[in-house]
């Protein structure tokens, strides 16, 4: 019998997904455990009153239970992780499922390497930025200006992803964009990211003093 090639990866990508969650949140494992084997000895007892069909019926349902739990306490640790890393705000938008077109190259970055990234939906264009909330600021409202040029009539939403007031933990990124609401259909959504995608980024301005040769005469 041939066996799956696919199979090593899966367990592989399972062992590393249960380390980082280990390094993220040391509790998150026991606990899955535990939850599991509570939910498996809850149905062995019913199996004792009620027959053997409640042992099978409490096999899967702690598998479903250490799934679920795993899964949630898996997804925290790697945010955990994340946060405050640069970039880490792209990573969770790729991971989104649905129409979304998450733009790999930041739409602007200032000279502090505080960045806004762009991404294009049911909603209309979004902007989410890092960075701290007094300097982004001002970045957003330039590159809404940039986008609204070229498409006068699609809504534009700013977010700042970070953990100062205001901003949007990047934990609740997702649950945020998919709250949004859903303006557009989805030709137009094509429609619209190859309209941004013509866009060129805004450069980050150099530090230090401008080379003689590129100082204006």
């Known amino acids: 019998m041939a066996k799956d090639p696919a199979a090593p990866g899966r367990l592989k990508q399972i062992r590393m997904l249960v380390q980082i969650t280990k390094q993220g949140d040391p509790k998150a494992m026991p606990i899955v455990y535990a939850s599991a084997l509570g939910t498996l000895v809850v149905f062995v007892v019913l199996g004792l009153f009620f027959g053997w069909t409640w042992y099978v019926t409490g096999v899967f349902a ?57 991404v294009v939906g049911y909603p209309g264009v979004v902007l989410v930025s890092e960075g701290p909330g007094n300097r982004v600021q001002r970045m957003l409202v330039a590159e809404k200006k940039r986008i609204q040029r070229v498409a ?66």
């Not at 792209?90 to 390497?113: E, H, I, S, T």
């Not at 809504?155 to 700042?160: A, N, R, S, T």
């Not at 964009?177 to 030709?187: A, D, E, T, W």
Request: aromatic letters at 6%.
């Open 152 to 217: 006068v009539d699609i809504p534009v939403y700013d977010i700042q992803c970070g953990n100062g007031e205001g901003q949007v933990p990047l934990a609740k990124l997702q649950r945020h964009l998919m709250k949004l609401p859903r303006n557009l259909k989805k030709p137009v959504v094509s429609e619209v990211n190859n309209r941004m995608r013509a866009l060129t980024p805004a450069m980050p301005i150099p530090k230090g003093p401008m080379p003689r040769s590129q100082r204006p005469r």
């Open 62 to 118: 702690a598998l479903l239970v250490g799934m679920f739990l795993f899964g949630r306490r898996s997804q925290r640790a790697q945010y955990s992780m994340m946060d405050g890393q640069p970039g880490a705000s792209l990573a969770v938008m790729k991971n989104m499922r649905g129409n979304w077109y998450v733009d790999d190259k930041p739409a602007a970055v200032n000279r502090d390497q505080d960045v806004v990234f762009r």
